[in-house]
C-alpha cells in the first residue's frame, strides 16, 4: 500500500509569485484536504476535494485554488505569494462517507518559504 | 463549530515516567477525536482516534487516551515515556455537517524526554 507523498518537498519563491504543490493519495482513498502549518502552530484547514469537486474551504482568501485529478492526486495553486504564506503545507488523504473509516492520513508536507 | 485547546505548550518528563498530554474540545456535533504525532521536519501520523465506540482508544506505540463527555476531554497518556516518543503532538476533532472533513487542531504540545 502506498502512502501520502508530496512534492516537491522544499520551495523558496519570492513576493507575487505562483506556486504549485502536489499530492498523491493513499491507495483507495478518494478525498484530499490541504492544511498549512505555520512555524509553532497547529495546521490550518485550506480545503477539501472530493469527486474533483471543492467540499468544503477553510478561512483562506481565492487566491489559494485547487484540483483533484481522475486518480485523486491533486494539486494546491497559491497566486500572488505574500511573506505570511511560509509554511508547511500538509496533504490529507481519506475515503470519504465510509463511517469511521474516514480519517485523514497525512503526507510528509512541503516547506515553502517566501522571500 | 469546532475548537481544540491543548493545556500546556512543553510538557517534559524522564524516561519511564508517565506521560499526560491534556486536550479539551468543543463541538456542536457528537465529535470524532483524533491524536496526531508530527516528529521534526515531518508530517503528521496518527496515533488514535475516538469514533463513538469504547471511550478508552488504545493507539500505536503504547499510548492510549479516554473520551470524557462530562469533561469535554480527550487526554492522551502512556504509562512509561521512551526517549523515542519525543515530539509535538496535536490532538484534533473533525466537523460536521458542511465542515464534514474538517480537521481542527489545537496548537500543539511539545513532549521532552529526559534521560
Known amino acids: 500500500e502506498t502512502g501520502v507523498t508530496q512534492s516537491p518537498t522544499h520551495l523558496i519563491k519570492t513576493r507575487g509569485q505562483q506556486v504549485t504543490l502536489r499530492c498523491s493519495s493513499q491507495?483507495?482513498?478518494?478525498?484530499v484536504s490541504w492544511y498549512q502549518q505555520a512555524l509553532g502552530q497547529g495546521p490550518q484547514f485550506i480545503f477539501q476535494?472530493?469527486?474533483?469537486?471543492?467540499?468544503g474551504r477553510g478561512n483562506f482568501p481565492p487566491r489559494f485554488s485547487g484540483l483533484q485529478f481522475p486518480n485523486y492526486s491533486s494539486e494546491l495553486n497559491v497566486n500572488a505569494l505574500e511573506l505570511d504564506d511560509s509554511a508547511l503545507y500538509l496533504c490529507?488523504?481519506?475515503?470519504?462517507?465510509?463511517?469511521?473509516?474516514?480519517?485523514?492520513?497525512f503526507g510528509p508536507g512541503t516547506r515553502l518559504t517566501v522571500l | 463549530a469546532q475548537s481544540v485547546t491543548q493545556l500546556g505548550s512543553h510538557v517534559s518528563v524522564s524516561e519511564g515516567a508517565l506521560v499526560l498530554l491534556r486536550c479539551n474540545y468543543s463541538?456542536?456535533?457528537?465529535?470524532?477525536l483524533f491524536w496526531y504525532v508530527q516528529y521534526p521536519n515531518q508530517g503528521l501520523q496518527l496515533l488514535l482516534k475516538?469514533?463513538?465506540?469504547?471511550?478508552l482508544v488504545k493507539g500505536i506505540n503504547g499510548f492510549e487516551a479516554e473520551f470524557k463527555k462530562s469533561e469535554t476531554s480527550f487526554h492522551l497518556t502512556k504509562p512509561s515515556a521512551h526517549m523515542s516518543d519525543a515530539a509535538e503532538y496535536f490532538c484534533?476533532?473533525?466537523?460536521?455537517?458542511?465542515?464534514?472533513?474538517?480537521?481542527?487542531f489545537g496548537q500543539g504540545t511539545i513532549l521532552t524526554v529526559h534521560p
Open positions: 490529507a488523504s481519506s475515503l470519504y462517507g465510509a463511517r469511521g473509516t474516514d480519517t485523514q492520513y
Open positions: 491507495s483507495g482513498h478518494n478525498t
Open positions: 476535494y472530493y469527486r474533483e469537486e471543492e467540499n
Open positions: 463541538s456542536s456535533v457528537p465529535p470524532y
Open positions: 475516538y469514533t463513538s465506540a469504547a471511550t
Open positions: 484534533a476533532v473533525r466537523g460536521g455537517g458542511t465542515s464534514y472533513g474538517k480537521l481542527t
